[in-house]
């Protein structure tokens, strides 16, 4: 029992929680069309669109995940806090830097062009593209509708 509550705590489950399979795929489609949008004006050298679509897929697959799981995702501060659940939900630490690479893109918003690097640019969408690959057996649903960890 004790765990069981610990784990509602940590993982921040909404009361009754029933999640909508539509806003799920809905939002993971929404993620792989921002990384291809991504490369896309990382083609043609507009670097901050390049950077926002990469942070776009991140929030729209991290959404995706707390919707499937029931987790509360209602401000742009919850993307830290539900990575860290998907961190401690699968095991896997690799989230922590794809999470990093994540907000890096984002941040890239409020640097002047000059200072921005394609090359870096590209590896951090790649990097983007392997979150979401990691993040996508969060967002199945099991056979009751609710999010499984498998």
Do not use: C
Request: net charge negative; no cysteine.
């Amino acid at each position: 029992m004790l765990q069981s509550r610990h784990r509602a705590e940590v993982f921040m489950t909404t009361p009754e929680h029933v999640p909508d399979p539509d806003a799920v795929t809905d939002y993971e489609t929404q993620a792989r069309e921002f990384l291809i949008r991504g490369r896309e004006y990382l083609a043609v050298g507009d670097l901050h669109q390049a950077s926002e679509k990469g942070w776009g897929a991140a929030a729209h697959m991290v959404k995706a995940v707390a919707v499937a799981q029931g987790w509360q995702y209602d401000r742009h501060a919850d993307f830290s806090r539900v990575m860290n659940q998907a961190i401690l939900l699968t095991g896997n630490d690799r989230l922590s830097d794809l999470r990093g690479r994540a907000n890096d893109l984002h941040g890239n918003y409020y640097e002047r062009k000059r200072f921005l690097n394609a090359e870096i640019i590209g590896k951090d969408l790649e990097s983007i593209e392997e979150l979401v690959a990691l993040l996508a057996p969060l967002t199945v649903l099991d056979g009751s509708g609710n999010g499984s960890a498998e």
